[in-house]
């Protein structure tokens, strides 16, 4: 059994900022890949950011500029960081793992909302 526990969504004012956390628990013995992905009311769910083992970040264009990702491996943990938030990346943020066997595994979800 696998676990992600996400943590740190909620609202904020335009051009505020956010970190959502995850963490991973239960029968992992390694990660590959951490990323989190993102869905807004009837849209298809897509990719914010990821981050290797090795480190190496991929940002969205939406939101490179704005978001970074960073990820402590010792504690199986992957952050998001969000700043100037916009209105339009109101969403629910899903962290997802990979592992060396390519299964992949997801949080439940954390609503960010971004409004005045």
């Known amino acids: 059994q696998v676990q992600l526990v996400e943590s740190g969504g909620g609202l904020v004012q335009p051009g505020g900022a956010l970190r959502l956390s995850c963490a991973a628990s239960g029968s992992i013995f390694s990660i590959n890949a951490m990323g989190w992905y993102r869905q807004a009311p009837g849209k298809q769910r897509e990719l914010v950011a990821h981050?290797?083992?090795?480190?190496?970040?991929t940002l969205a264009d939406f939101v490179k500029g704005r978001f970074s990702i960073s990820r402590d491996s010792a504690k199986n943990t992957v952050y998001l960081q969000m700043n100037s938030l916009k209105p339009e990346d109101t969403a629910v943020y899903y962290c997802?793992?990979?592992?060396?066997?390519?299964?992949?595994?997801w949080g439940q979800g954390t609503q960010v909302t971004v409004s005045s």
């Open positions: 981050i290797t083992s090795g480190g190496r970040p």
């Open positions: 997802a793992i990979t592992i060396p066997t390519l299964q992949t595994y």
